[in-house]
C-alpha cells in the first residue's frame, strides 16, 4: 500500500512539472516573439520594397503596394521577398519571419546600413538594412506573415506595428449604381466660370462611396482640363461645413472631352458629405440636369461660389460600395491619382436613368493606409514589462518548487522506516 502510494506521489509530481513546463510552452508560444507593442522601446523600422517572383511590386515608393492593398499582397506566387531596414535599442543579429505565428525561421539577409543612408538617419545606433524571403507557394487563402528580427539577446520582435498578409485572389466587393440627379436636355455648365461649384449629397446606411461621377464632363475640347475634388462631412450649413477638416482630396488632371469625369476618394462611410470642385485648370464642367433624385432631396443642394445656384445641376451619379468589412484605418487626406474614365467618349450627353440597384462589375482598386511609424521614447534598462519578460522565470521556480517537495516527501518516507 505504501509503495502504491509512493507511486502515486511520485507521478503525481511529474504530471505537474509536465503540464507546468509544456503548459506554459503552449501559452507563449502563440507567436513565438514579441510585437512590436509588447517589446515597448526603441523600436523602428519600414518596408520599402515587395519582391514577389522576381518582379517588384511596390510602385516604386515606400509603401506605396500595402497602402493599396491593407497590408494584403494579392496573387499566386512562390515567393516574396520584403525588403527594408530596422533599427532596436540593441543589435541585430538575425532577420527573419514567421507564418501564421508558427515556427519563427531566421534565414534573412542582414545589409550593414551606410552613413548618410535613410536608415541611417532615422533608425538609430544599431540599425540595418534587411531582406527576407518568404515561400509561400501553398498558401492561397489569407496567410499572415509576420516579418522579425532576433536580437542581440535572443529576443524576437516583430518588425513593424502591423502584419502583413498573402492572398491569392482579391474579395470582390457587392457595388450599385445610384442616380443623384436625372437626365437633361444637353445645355453644357462650365465649373471654370466659378471659383467652386460644390454639392451635398448622403450615402446609403451599410454602403461605402466607391465613385462620385459627373456624367459626360465637357472641356470645350481643351486639353489638359482639370480641377481639385475636395470631400468634407456635412455640418448644417457651406461656411461651417469648410471651416471643418477636409476627409479626402482628389485631382483630375488632362480630362478627355466629354468623357465621364471619375472622382474617387479612400473611404467615405455612410453619412452626409460635401464635394467642392475647385482650383481649375483650363475649362470643365457638365451637362444640365431636369432635377433630383427622391432619395437625395432631402440633402442635395447646388452651391456656385459658396451661394445655392438658381440653376438646375449637372448630371451627376454614383456608385456605392458594401461597408460590411471597413478598412482598417482612414488616412489623412492624400493627392489621389487621376482616375481613368469610366465611359467612352460622346459627342452629345446622354440620358442618365434614375437610382438603380444594378451591380458595377467595374472594379475599383481597394485602397487603405499605411500604418505610420513612430518613435516611442527609450525606457530604462529593467523596465520592460512585457508579458513574456514577466514569465520567463515561471517555469524555473515551477520547477525547484517540485524538487523541494519531491525530497520533503521522500524525507517523510524515510523517518517512518526509520521509526519501524
Excluded at 502584419?163 to 455648365?189: F, H, I, M, N, R
Aim: hydrophobic share 35%; glycine share 8%; net charge negative.
Amino acid at each position: 500500500m505504501k509503495k502504491r502510494a509512493i507511486v502515486f506521489i511520485i507521478a503525481l509530481l511529474v504530471a505537474t512539472l509536465t503540464v507546468s513546463l509544456f503548459g506554459y510552452g503552449v501559452v507563449s508560444a502563440s507567436g513565438n516573439y514579441e510585437s512590436w507593442d509588447d517589446y515597448g522601446y526603441g523600436v523602428r523600422s519600414q518596408i520599402d520594397k515587395i519582391i514577389a517572383d522576381g518582379a517588384d511590386i511596390s510602385n516604386g515608393a515606400p509603401g506605396d503596394y500595402l497602402a493599396l492593398n491593407k497590408y494584403t499582397v494579392y496573387g499566386r506566387y512562390d515567393t516574396l521577398v520584403f525588403e527594408g531596414w530596422a533599427g532596436y535599442d540593441m543589435p541585430i543579429v538575425a532577420a527573419g519571419y514567421t507564418i501564421n505565428d508558427g515556427e519563427n525561421v531566421f534565414e534573412g539577409q542582414l545589409i550593414e546600413a551606410e552613413e548618410g543612408s535613410h536608415a541611417a538617419q532615422f533608425g538609430g545606433d544599431n540599425v540595418t538594412y534587411y531582406s527576407i524571403t518568404v515561400p509561400v507557394t501553398e498558401y492561397t487563402e489569407k496567410t499572415k506573415i509576420t516579418l522579425l528580427a532576433k536580437l542581440e539577446d535572443d529576443t524576437a520582435v516583430a518588425l513593424n506595428r502591423y502584419d502583413v498578409y498573402y492572398q491569392e485572389k482579391k474579395p470582390e466587393a457587392k457595388k450599385k449604381s445610384v442616380g443623384l440627379t436625372t437626365g437633361g436636355t444637353g445645355t453644357p455648365v462650365c465649373f471654370s466660370d466659378y471659383n467652386s461649384v460644390a454639392f451635398t449629397f448622403k450615402v446609403e446606411e451599410g454602403w461605402r462611396l466607391n465613385q462620385f461621377i459627373v456624367v459626360n464632363a465637357p472641356t470645350w475640347d481643351m486639353i489638359g482640363a482639370g480641377l481639385t475634388a475636395r470631400i468634407y462631412k456635412w455640418d448644417k450649413d457651406y461656411e461651417t461645413t469648410l471651416k471643418g477638416k477636409c476627409i479626402d482630396t482628389c485631382v483630375i488632371e488632362d480630362h478627355i472631352n466629354c468623357t465621364s469625369m471619375v472622382v474617387s476618394f479612400y473611404y467615405i462611410p455612410a453619412g452626409e458629405y460635401l464635394i467642392e470642385f475647385s482650383d481649375f485648370e483650363l475649362k470643365i464642367g457638365g451637362y444640365d440636369s431636369t432635377g433630383v433624385v427622391p432619395d437625395q432631396k432631402d440633402i442635395f443642394k447646388y452651391f456656385t461660389d459658396g451661394e445655392i445656384a438658381d440653376t438646375n445641376p449637372p448630371q451627376l451619379k454614383m456608385v456605392f460600395e458594401d461597408d460590411s468589412i471597413p478598412p482598417e484605418i482612414t488616412p489623412a487626406p492624400t493627392e489621389a491619382p487621376t482616375p481613368e474614365p469610366t465611359e467612352a467618349p460622346t459627342e452629345k450627353p446622354t440620358e442618365e436613368p434614375v437610382a438603380t440597384d444594378a451591380p458595377v462589375t467595374t472594379d475599383a482598386p481597394e485602397a487603405s493606409d499605411e500604418a505610420k511609424v513612430t518613435d516611442k521614447p527609450a525606457e530604462e534598462p529593467g523596465e520592460k514589462t512585457s508579458e513574456a519578460n514577466n514569465n520567463k522565470w515561471v517555469a524555473p521556480v515551477i520547477i525547484i518548487a517540485a524538487v523541494v517537495l519531491c525530497a520533503a516527501v521522500a524525507g517523510i518516507i524515510i523517518a517512518k522506516k526509520k521509526k519501524k
